[in-house]
């Protein structure tokens, strides 16, 4: 971080920074393809959360009632 600090960016140009060093290594063609595999492993994500939110609900319901 203090490298990014030296050269006074904030996070919106370290994103930035990212991006265009993501995009020359695997050049236009592979990025829709990453950008798909990151948006399913996102829903992947989010399902799993979801389910695990719905378990603990059904713990906490279930012990409720003893």
């Keep these: ?3 990014f600090q030296v050269f006074g960016l ?4 370290i ?4 991006l265009v ?3 020359l ?6 990025l829709p393809e ?6 399913k492993s996102f829903g992947e ?6 389910e695990t939110e ?7 319901a279930g012990k409720g009632r003893s």
């Design 1 to 3: 971080m203090f490298l």
């Design 10 to 13: 904030g996070p919106s140009e």
């Design 15 to 18: 994103l930035l920074v990212v």
């Design 21 to 23: 060093v993501v995009l």
């Design 25 to 30: 290594v695997l050049g236009p063609k592979k």
């Design 34 to 39: 990453l950008a798909r595999a990151i948006g």
């Design 45 to 50: 994500v989010k399902k799993g959360m979801k």
């Design 54 to 60: 719905e378990e603990e609900g059904k713990k906490k």
